[in-house]
């Protein structure tokens, strides 16, 4: 199993396809999974891997994406980055700060893919 990518947090959106929380008849997307924390929590890598692209996306921050072999971690949302493409990162390493989510809380978006195909984080995820 492996660490979450924030020290505290709950899972505030699950992967695949879903009911949106207020608008009743539109279906959600959700590649990932969403974690909410405390508003500029520690985001942190879930395993060692090289840094293969510092991105922003907008309306989602900035987001950084770690290759470890044929396996990319993406991890999206966040306010501040503290590492660069190329850089070696470590299990459990800071790589920048939430952004904010919901009312006075951070929240991550991560999602884990497998060469193309999209994983959910939620069974790689050590249980809390």
Known sequence: MLPWPVNEGTISS???EHPHKELKGIMVKNNGIDIQSGRGATARSI???TVSGVITIPGAGK???IRHGDYLSVYSNLETVSVNTGD???TKQSIGTLGEGEGSKGEIHLEIWKN???LDPKYWLAKK
């Open 14 to 16: 699950m992967f695949g």
């Open 47 to 49: 395993f060692e891997g």
């Open 63 to 65: 987001a950084v994406i």
């Open 88 to 90: 070696k990162v470590k």
């Open 116 to 118: 193309s195909s999209k």
